[in-house]
């Protein structure tokens, strides 16, 4: 079963709500706090980033404030009630360097080599995402030298080394960053 459909089924739904509910909780910006995890990545004034599975938008607005005016988020996530929760958040924010997709991070649709620097914040291990096939598709769509930020690396640091598609460039504050 995809990710898509079990979302829709009462279970998948009330898990969504659940998830919700803890990934905007005060204990998870306290201890979490995106501020902090995103001074781990190597994002910088004026990149063009990708965040997959933006989900209720924890990392998207503070992303979007480091990257400044002349920098641009694409935040993506699969389900739509996320879509939609983080389109209204950056409405309500007035911020103008963000868009908001639906989409597969293992087919994003995005042109090759047109990103600075990937997000997976959060997101990974996530048992339906194919490591081969995410980390394929990460590497066609980052320019030369782009950078994918992984938080938390836990026990899929190996996997990426051993893909062949990225090396170790830095880690901080609980984030790994590799280049390509």
């Not at 990934?23 to 990545?41: C, N």
């Not at 990149?47 to 993506?76: D, N, R, W, Y």
């Not at 639906?102 to 490591?131: C, F, H, R, Y």
């Not at 990426?160 to 901080?172: A, D, E, H, N, Q």
């Amino acid at each position: 079963m995809n990710t898509e459909a079990l979302a829709n089924t009462r279970i998948g739904k009330i898990f969504i709500r659940i998830m919700s509910v803890i990934m905007e909780s005060r204990l998870r910006y306290k201890f979490f706090g995106p501020a902090r995890i995103l001074m781990g990545t190597e994002i910088r004034q004026g990149q063009t980033v990708l965040e997959i599975g933006c989900g209720t938008g924890f990392f998207t607005l503070p992303a979007a404030e480091l990257l400044g005016a002349k920098g641009s988020l694409v935040a993506m996530d699969i389900l739509p009630a996320s879509v939609e929760t983080v389109t209204k958040k950056v409405q309500t924010a007035n911020i103008k360097n963000v868009s908001v997709i639906k989409g597969n991070a293992l087919d994003t649709k995005l042109d090759s080599e047109s990103l600075d620097m990937i997000l997976i914040l959060g997101v990974i291990p996530a048992p339906m995402l194919p490591m081969d096939q995410l980390l394929s598709e990460m590497h066609r769509i980052l320019k030369a030298g782009g950078i994918m930020a992984v938080w938390p690396p836990s026990w899929v640091h190996k996997p990426i080394v051993r893909s062949g598609l990225f090396t170790l460039s830095s880690r901080k504050n609980g984030v790994s960053n590799y280049k390509k």
